[in-house]
Structure formats: C-alpha cells, structure tokens
C-alpha cells in the first residue's frame, strides 16, 4: 500500500493550542525524545498518551535499509491506532480510555 504525503507538513503545538484551534478528542506524542517534555494545556482537554517510536529519519544504512525502518516504525504506529479503535470507546469512562491508551503505547 502506497500513501502519499501530499499536502502534509510538519505542525507545531501552538497550531492546535493557540485560539481558534480546533477541539481533540486525543493528543498523541509520537516522537521518542519528547516523553518528559512538558505538554501545553491543551483547549478542551482531551486525552493524551505519548506513543514514542523512533525517529526512522535519524537512521543511517542502505536505501533498503531506510525502507525497512520507515515501514517498520509506520507498523507500530498502525497497530497502536488499530488498537485504539478497537477499544469499546462508549463503554468505557474517560479514565479507562486514557488508561488504555497509555499503555496501548507502552506496547
């Protein structure tokens, strides 16, 4: 499966905490050296959880290499996200959820 990265960009944190952002439900970390950083005060306060993976840009070998590390980290990330959804969302309470998807990234 292809996806294309057309029209993504990197966003900074005050994009979705500054005024006129839009409301989250969930705020993900995904990169491993932001875990003890300290998150802003995000509007609405949603649910957060760090799911840490390792930067794949920051690792050096062969072009088959870089592939293999860039699918790796996408398929951890899938699996968290699968996980997640798969969670019985309207049964459970807002400390439940946010139970589950930290440990969902401690996976």
């Known amino acids: 499966m292809h996806v294309t990265a ?3 960009r990197t966003r900074g944190w005050l994009e ?3 005024a006129g952002a ?3 439900d969930f705020v993900f970390t995904v990169c491993d ?8 005060v995000w509007p609405g306060q949603p649910m957060t959880a760090h799911w840490g993976v390792a930067d ?4 050096e070998g062969t072009d088959e290499q870089k592939a293999k590390v860039f699918f790796d ?3 951890i990330l899938k699996r968290r996200i699968e996980l997640m959804l798969a969670l019985p969302l309207a049964s459970l309470d807002r400390l ?3 139970r589950e998807i930290r440990e969902i990234g401690a996976c």
């Open 6 to 8: 057309d029209g993504c």
């Open 16 to 18: 979705f905490a500054g």
């Open 22 to 24: 839009p409301a989250l």
């Open 33 to 40: 050296n932001v875990a003890g950083e300290v998150c802003p």
């Open 56 to 59: 794949p840009t920051l690792f």
């Open 73 to 75: 980290t996408a398929m």
């Open 96 to 98: 439940a959820i946010q």
